[in-house]
Nanobody, 123 residues
C-alpha cells in the first residue's frame, strides 16, 4: 500500500547539516501523515517529528529545539528531514513512518515503516 525508503544518512561533524529523504511508492502517499523516529544503539526508539498529509501542520519533539525541519513534497512522494546544528547525541538510525492516523505516527503505532538510515555525528 505504502512503501517507504529512507536515504541521506551518513557521517557528519558536530555542527554540520544533513537532509534525510523518505521516498514513498504506492498511490496513497498523499493520504498519510508521515513522521521520523530515531533509535540509538542500546536505546529505545524515540519520536522526532511528524507532518500531516498536506504538509500544513508539523509537530516536533522538544529535543530538536528548532534544529530540524520536516517537510513534504507530495508531487515527488517524498518527505524530508532537514537536520541542522547536529550534535553527537543525534547519532542514531532514523526511520520514516506513515499512517492514515496522525496520532498513530506520533505514538509509533503507525502501519508503515521504512528500513532506516544511519546518521552518525562525530565529536
Amino acid at each position: 500500500q505504502v512503501q517507504l525508503v529512507e536515504s541521506g544518512g551518513g557521517l557528519v561533524q558536530t555542527g554540520g547539516s544533513l537532509r534525510l529523504s523518505c521516498a514513498a511508492s504506492g498511490r496513497t502517499f498523499s493520504s498519510v501523515a508521515v513522521g521520523w523516529f530515531r533509535q540509538a544503539p542500546g536505546k529505545e526508539r524515540e519520536f522526532v517529528a511528524v507532518i500531516d498529509r498536506r504538509g500544513g501542520t508539523t509537530y516536533y519533539s522538544d529535543f530538536v529545539k528548532g534544529r530540524f525541519t520536516i517537510s513534504r513534497d507530495n508531487a515527488k512522494n517524498t518527505v524530508y528531514l532537514h537536520m541542522n546544528s547536529l550534535k553527537p547525541e543525534d547519532t542514531a538510525v532514523y526511520y520514516c513512518a506513515a499512517d492514515l492516523r496522525p496520532n498513530a505516527v506520533v505514538t509509533g503505532t503507525n502501519d508503515y515503516w521504512g528500513q532506516g538510515t544511519q546518521v552518525t555525528v562525530s565529536s
